[in-house]
């Protein structure tokens, strides 16, 4: 998050330079801005929102009785560190300008049309909740599992409770080579006792112990230098204890001479792939490599074909790969069948080649290729008064930090036309107060910040009584619960 000194220098000038030339509104009439979802999009807007404008009052309205999105349902459990914006955006929860409404559904309980009557301004930031299919015969057999509902299994996410993922033959293959790939090769493969200090799932942990998985293959359609992931994730893979390296030598053909070309991150991380795959390691290393019982690797030039079956057809025994060959070079590159295929021996496929954005509204503008709502800087396309920020936004690209860069521009956006006077905010608007009585009426009750620190409160003790930092609550009912205590 390095990003973080940057971006808010950048917000403090910006912030100054504009108060000079604020419209000032009438007594009593402060702007009301709604935010529907509470992950990394939902609490960016909402703080830069805030510190933008000293009158602005913002209301995030969140499916799930617990905030924080992907930071607590999709970051790894033992990538901790990256948790810590969870303190940032509890900051921004507890200001006075800002309120939280968990347990609300925005498209069931409340429409986003009722949402637009109650506030000047409203902005969509509820992030991707879909899985892209691969589209290959076999997918929907027993054993075959999108990486967003296995990373939500392991990390405590309600609707993913029921997983159960069979874990019991040898190899795990998983299609796509992205950060979440590697974090669920990682989870798949890392020793237990790491596990155990991590904010895991009980469940999930109770069903690695039992794993028989020893080896992970991770499958991209195109090359090492196409690799979606970053340094760091490899480079936790290379040192994986207990886990050896095994890559295919002739897959890194020509990619040390490539290597001059390639921008510094990139080039970075394609040489720590080389040396991985093609040097000899040294005696420490090569004595640790031959003692490790787990095994992972990159497996390039590969896309499915088809998920094959066991005799009785009822569950996944192995995986159909299309080799491809590189037309092109760098990231423009496109991979082309030759025709040739082969088999893999596996029975967990998981696939993790994207998620993708749903409409909760049938009046939103919105790209079902690309999974977005149409936008312009994060202002929905023939709608006034309605925004996105995040991965509805852009797709889902990018990490935390870049989805604070979308997020404050889309808050620029909103400022910039409540000062410009495109969006009116000197009508008086209800709020939170309009829409409390709502879903009242509709029976739903919701759940405040302060019901949300009792659930932090709860999980943090269970977790410290078993040497954990949190244990979490897994499923609504029990969230509602200790909520209402």
């Not at 309205?61 to 905030?67: G, I, S």
């Not at 060959?325 to 590159?333: F, P, T, V």
């Not at 312009?376 to 989805?403: D, E, H």
């Amino acid at each position: 998050m390095s990003g973080h000194k940057m971006l808010f220098s950048g917000l403090k000038l910006w912030t100054s330079g504009r108060s000079r030339w604020m419209s000032r509104l009438p007594d009593g009439c402060s702007p009301k801005v709604c935010i529907v979802g509470s992950g990394p999009a939902g609490f960016y807007t909402a703080q830069q929102l805030i510190k933008a404008r000293q009158d602005v009052e913002v209301d995030i309205y969140e499916r799930l009785p617990v905030p924080f999105g992907l930071v607590r349902f999709g970051v790894a459990p033992d990538h901790p560190e990256v948790k810590n914006v969870i303190n940032t955006f509890t900051q921004t929860a507890r200001q006075s300008r800002c309120s939280f409404y968990g347990n609300v559904d925005v498209g069931t309980d409340v429409s986003v049309e009722e949402l637009r009557q109650a506030y000047h301004a409203v902005v969509l930031s509820y992030g991707a909740e879909g899985n892209r299919t691969m589209g290959v015969p076999g997918e929907d057999l027993a054993g075959v599992h999108a990486a967003k509902d296995f990373v939500g299994w392991y990390n405590g996410l309600p609707s993913c409770r029921q997983l159960r993922p069979d874990l019991s033959s040898e190899t795990a293959v998983i299609l796509g080579q992205g950060n979440v790939a590697l974090d669920v090769a990682r989870v798949l493969l890392s020793p237990l006792d790491i596990l155990k200090m991590t904010d895991i799932t009980q469940p999930a942990l109770e069903a690695l112990a039992e794993s028989q998985v020893r080896r992970v293959l991770i499958v991209g359609r195109r090359g090492p230098v196409q690799v979606a992931c970053t340094v760091k994730e490899v480079r936790e893979m290379v040192n994986l204890p207990n886990a050896r390296p095994e890559m295919v030598g002739a897959d890194f053909e020509g990619v040390a001479e490539a290597l001059k070309d390639l921008p510094r991150p990139r080039k970075r991380l394609t040489e720590l792939m080389l040396k991985t795959a093609l040097e000899v390691p040294g005696e420490k290393e090569q004595q640790r490599r031959s003692e490790a019982s787990h095994a992972w690797g990159f497996r390039f030039f590969r896309s499915p074909v088809e998920i094959l079956a066991d005799p009785e057809r009822s569950r996944t025994a192995g995986i159909r790969l299309a080799v491809n060959r590189l037309e092109g070079s760098g990231e423009g590159a496109r991979a082309v069948l030759t025709g040739e295929v082969e088999d893999v021996t596996c029975g967990l496929v998981i696939s993790s080649i994207g998620y993708k954005s749903l409409p909760i509204d049938p009046s939103l503008p919105f790209d079902s290729r690309k999974a977005i709502v149409l936008n312009n800087m994060g202002r929905v396309q023939r709608a006034a008064g309605l925004y996105c920020s995040g991965w509805l936004k852009t797709g889902p690209t990018g990490v935390i930090a870049t989805t604070m860069n979308n997020s404050f521009d889309t808050a620029r956006s909103l400022v910039e036309d409540m000062d410009l006077g495109t969006l009116d905010v000197s009508v008086v608007k209800p709020g939170s107060q309009s829409v409390a009585a709502l879903l009242e009426k509709r029976g739903v009750k919701p759940v405040t910040f302060s019901d949300w620190e009792k659930i932090d409160r709860v999980e943090l003790s269970r977790g410290e009584a078993v040497g954990k930092p949190r244990e979490k609550l897994l499923t609504v009912e029990e969230m509602l619960q200790v909520a209402r205590s």
